[in-house]
């Protein structure tokens, strides 16, 4: 382009990187060496170690993994049904998204603390259910497991479905169409031309919701019972740090975190790539 | 599966909200015929293609085949078990899929054995040369060639009739006269029905057994090509078409049942209508339809000649290689625009005497 | 045709079912602040404001709002001014490193901030900056400079380069070309990000909740410390501070509706 650019470019980019070395980069690289050193600065896998020999902590990553991966899978098997039915638009769609991004824009805390009243064995729930004969004593969803997958799913449901909403409407309506005139009925046309070039953005809404529901934190201590069914990993970050002051275990805790995130993520990918080569087997000629 | 006689659309009629896109349109298919629908955008030729497909119900009206009813706004084949072919203009070849499976992903629905499927899939890509891709992605290939395979995908399935929506109109002119020519050769060969759309009118004429010309709706003409371009039936369908010299005029009288007088401002024309034409122009006069005419730049004469004479003053030569395109003005203040060979040596500001054959006035209708 | 009729009803069953837990959470709230005690009963029976003085007298409420504006407001002024020339470079240009770049910058918008708000957290209270305002500030800015720089950039690719290039031709350099030129023609863009910024700011709890002390709580900060302190608080109370966050958070988000659709509130980095 030119000698001139590059400068402009560079120019511009400064507060960028100034941005990105200093609160994310550097933090970044200080958690990473505080979880590799002891209180007096020496290198050490202490922290880990410690961490995953008592199961009080370790534990941790199995409890977290049984709410979260429940509530992605739940999150996306609902979204999707929905997303694919709106993918050309339906009447009241802004309603729609509005009344989606209603909880999002909330936040996990104010929704904790509306669940405790509106779910509680008072709250306005119970009596429409036991109204509605579907149970006849109230159903126990604060202060356990249930309030917090509850919680998660409410909150990860609209981000799924509209990020799903978003990729789908990207998928050319004449592939429906030709498919169609090929002889495809509709769940053909949705097994092998929809879901096929879906799939990107499921496994893109799968792993970001994941990664937001394994760091569950407000709705588990709320919600949940946080030194039991529910003592999720953040919490055990969190306690290192500000409870026991700990700071490189915190750290170790926080890595912890983002390698499980990073795992997962990983095997949603291969578990795509396996499927879309699939798909494309071809008869070769 | 592709024996039938006829295909009958009847009264067809097609709503999107309170607008009505498709009024009352009328047409029936042989078997093997090539019919183009004609229009510019918005002229319902697009939604009438789908109706045919199956991929929007009618409001009205009725599509069959033979005695097989489609649609009659209570009974719907739905697309799928029409066994119709469709083309899109962006192709529609699923990204996914390689050539071959996008080909072969008909056939694959039909449950056909595995051998066959392969066999077909490769005679139908013989058909638009395209064998050597047949391993490759569509993303890999140009719009041509996208285009040839969305064809071939089409052909494999044998469909009764293969409808194709402005196939041609994402490719540069260049290909765009090539594919044209492979269109026709294929149809030529195969014989398959065809409903093509379209708002090229050079290609509806190359490629038209009949052409249905459309707008906001409704069927201005249908005729085989020959008819359309020698005898526009309104303004609409002259202007689309790019006639020139086109003027409102006044009839004063008949003469016999083909000879009309016309006046053009301060100039009086005689013109001769053609045999089938008569009734329709007299129509016209009868029931005032406001009549227009229009000459050819090509059929007017220079020169003094028995009928038909006027003089223009030259305005504008525009020199167009194999002929000049002269702009003259009358005394009235009317453009004529006159064609002829390069090698006439006329000046702007000559003031030069012009004749019109009274046969070469083609005389329509202003109203849709 | 029966199909699609059982589709429509499944869909709108769904999201009828949905929306009605919604507004049942945020009803309850609202009327359990307003009632002066409500044990089992459908309905409170009686109604009051006293538990609203009562949350204003345990809470310093001038300085809580006055934290929550105050971070909220800085936090994206600051993402602007990062925010704005990042996305002029990636809206402009073409270059090899772009993806790279775009990838690195799109991590803290990926990355959940309990994750990284840890490591952060201990660096700023290395640096003594934790508890501070300034602190708080700062710890937010991470996942909201990449959410403006994203919504930003459309917003400039729509406008015209050939603006840009007339500007040039009549001698302005490419910095009054940025601020006289392409900076007015974006004023709804900068309006929209920085909008959806503050709701997002308002709403974000694990950050600041990790670096904030006592005076530099944000609202959502103070009703997680009262919910979790339930026993000590009556829960009208607590509800009382929550609708009072229900207000500040609708507030700012009808505002930023009128500027921006609901979709960009989830933007979805590709």
Redesign the interface.
Known sequence: ?GRR??I??L??????F???SF??I???L???N?SLTDEKGNFTLENFIRFFSDPWDANTIWITLKIAIPATLLSIL?AI??AY??RHG?RGE?F???????????????????????MGP????N?LLMFLRITDKPVKLTHNYWGVLIALI?QG???VF??L???ISGI?P??E??????????W?IFW??IL??WLPGIT?AMS?NF??N??V??SA??LGQPSGPTRVI?IS??QW??EKFN?HM??A??II??IV?LIFILIVMFIRQGL?RG??V???? | MREFNELRITGLNKYYGNKKVVDNFNLTIKNGEFVTLLGPSGSGKSTVLNCI?G?VPIDGGSIYIDDECLDDGKKFV?????N???V?Q?Y?L?????V??NV???LK??KLP?DI??EK??DALKMVHL?EH??KYPRQLSGGEQQRV?LA?CIV?EPRVM?LDEPLSNLDALLRIEMRYELKALHERLKITTIYVTHDQQEALALSDRIVVLNKGKIQQIGTPEEIYSYPANLFVANFLGFRNIWEVKISRFEGDREVHINLGNINLKAILHEKYKVHVRNIFENNKKPYISVRPEDIELGEGPENNIEVKIDVIEYLGQHKQFWGITSDGINIEISKDADISLKPGDNVKIWIPPERILVFSGED | MK?MGL??A??WF??IV??F??L???L??VL?SLSKEW??E?FPKIFTFEWYAYMAREHDLPQLLYATFIVAISVALIAL???L??A??LAR?D?RLKNV?LS??L??M??????????????L??LRLATKLSGVI?AN??PV?PYV?LILTPFIEQIDISYESAARILGAN?FQTFFKVLLPLIIPGIFTSALLSI?RTI????LT??VAGPKSQTV?VA??YD??A?GTRP?QA??AL?VV??LI??TF?VIA?RFAS??Q??Y?GK
Do not use: Q
């Not at chain 1, 169409?177 to 509709?186: I, P, T, W, Y």
């Not at chain 2, 739905?78 to 029409?82: A, N, S």
């Not at chain 2, 699923?94 to 390689?98: A, E, G, Q, R």
């Not at chain 3, 990926?110 to 660096?123: F, K, N, R, S």
């Open positions: 382009m650019n590059i402009t470019i120019l511009f980019l400064l507060p960028a100034f941005y990105l609160l994310f550097y933090p970044f200080y958690g990473l505080l609902i049904p929905l039915y709106m339906v802004k729609v998204t509005l009344l989606l991004i209603l909880p999002i824009t909330l936040g996990s805390v104010f929704i904790a603390e509306g669940m405790l009243t509106y008072n709250g306005w729930l009596k409410i449901f609209p981000f509209l990020m909403l978003g990729y050319d004449n592939l169409k030709a498919a169609s005139v090929l002889g495809a009925n509709r053909h092998k031309v096929p070039l893109m970001l990664v937001m394994f760091t934190f407000p201590v709320l953040s970050a969190f740090a500000f700071f915190s750290s805790v926080a975190m983002g995130e879309y798909s494309t071809a008869g070769k000629g | 497909a991929l739905p697309p799928e078990r029409r119709f072919g469709m899109f962006n529609a699923f990204p996914h899929l390689s071959f499976d072969a992903f008909g629905l039909r595995k499927v392969k899939v490769i064998e047949i391993n969305a995908r399935m409808l | 199909r589709s429509k499944l869909f769904t999201i949905y929306s837990n919604i049942g959470i945020i309850t709230v359990n044990y089992g459908l001014i990062i925010g020339p990042t002029y470079v240009y270059f770049i690195f910058l991590l803290p990926l990355i959940p901030p309990m994750t990284y708000g840890i490591p952060l957290a201990a660096l209270y290395k700062l800015l991470v400079v720089t490419r709701v709403a974000m709890f694990e909740f990790l959502v009703l997680y919910a979790y339930a829960p607590i509800d929550a966050y229900f958070t609708m988000l509706l609901p979709t509130f989830v979805r």
